[in-house]
């Protein structure tokens, strides 16, 4: 079974540009989420799908960040336009059940995102 | 509001030593804990999971963990470490709310030496 894929893993891009992540979750989990760690902090979450639908996006830093998952399979998350602070790794994480508080999220390898 | 807290943001041993990575948590009700490790390159991976059935939590690659509930804490142990233990750690709690969200505590690099 493949895991949670995330493309790329590495951008470099230039304050003001436009940069899109993509994940693939694991196959059949109804569950997405996105998380970011910036350098030296901790692992914040960004948002969560279930399906197609955005079920908490408490943790998006403003409106320059836009994440979509339309077919309720892969998911993209938009940064226009990037500033410094965006720098970081962008982690998704898939799982099963929504509801379950135990269930376990497999997370991707990351992007890493450089904004000079 | 659910937080974990890792002291230690880099933790030294010698093969064959124990290893000891330090968790406490703060909540208002019975929380869920979760270990995971990243390995250079990787994607985290989860260790082990506590989910209030026994307190002392068994995971992968000879690692424990034990929820205290006196201490608040949720440490993580492996009796003796091995070069391939050497990586990143991430323990976190998982908000009480109607659908899943971890929050992490900063982190903890384990290094080892020969």
């Known amino acids: 079974e493949a895991g949670v894929t995330q493309f790329p893993s590495h951008s470099v891009i230039e304050k003001g540009q436009t940069v899109t992540l993509r994940c693939d979750p694991i196959?059949?989990?109804?569950?997405l989420y996105w998380y970011r760690r910036v350098m030296g902090k901790e692992i914040k979450f960004l948002l969560h799908?279930?399906?197609?639908?955005?079920?908490?996006e408490s943790g998006m830093p403003n409106n320059r960040f836009l994440a979509e998952r339309t077919g309720g399979t892969y998911s993209t998350l938009k940064v226009q336009p990037a500033e410094l602070e965006d720098s970081g790794v962008y982690f998704c994480?898939?799982?099963?059940?929504?509801?379950?508080?135990?269930?376990?999220?497999?997370f991707g390898p990351g992007t890493r995102l450089t904004v000079l | 509001a659910q937080s974990v807290t890792q002291l230690g943001s880099h933790v030294s041993v010698s093969e064959g030593a124990l290893v000891l990575l330090r968790c406490n948590y703060s909540?208002?009700?019975?929380?869920?804990l979760f270990w995971y490790v990243q390995y250079p390159n990787q994607g985290l991976q989860l260790l082990l999971k506590?989910?209030?059935?026994?307190?002392l939590v068994k995971g992968i690659n000879g690692f424990e963990a034990e929820f205290k509930k006196s201490e608040t804490s949720f440490h993580l142990t492996k009796p003796s470490a091995h070069m391939s233990d050497a990586a990143e750690y991430f323990c976190?709690?998982?908000?009480?709310?109607?659908?899943?969200?971890?929050?992490f505590g900063t982190g903890t690099r384990l290094l080892v030496s020969p």
């Open positions: 994480a898939s799982s099963q059940r929504a509801g379950d508080l135990t269930d376990t999220q497999y």
């Open positions: 196959s059949g989990h109804d569950n």
């Open positions: 799908f279930v399906k197609e639908s955005k079920q908490d």
């Open positions: 909540s208002s009700v019975p929380p869920y």
């Open positions: 506590y989910t209030s059935a026994a307190t």
């Open positions: 976190a709690v998982s908000v009480l709310t109607g659908f899943q969200k971890l929050v």
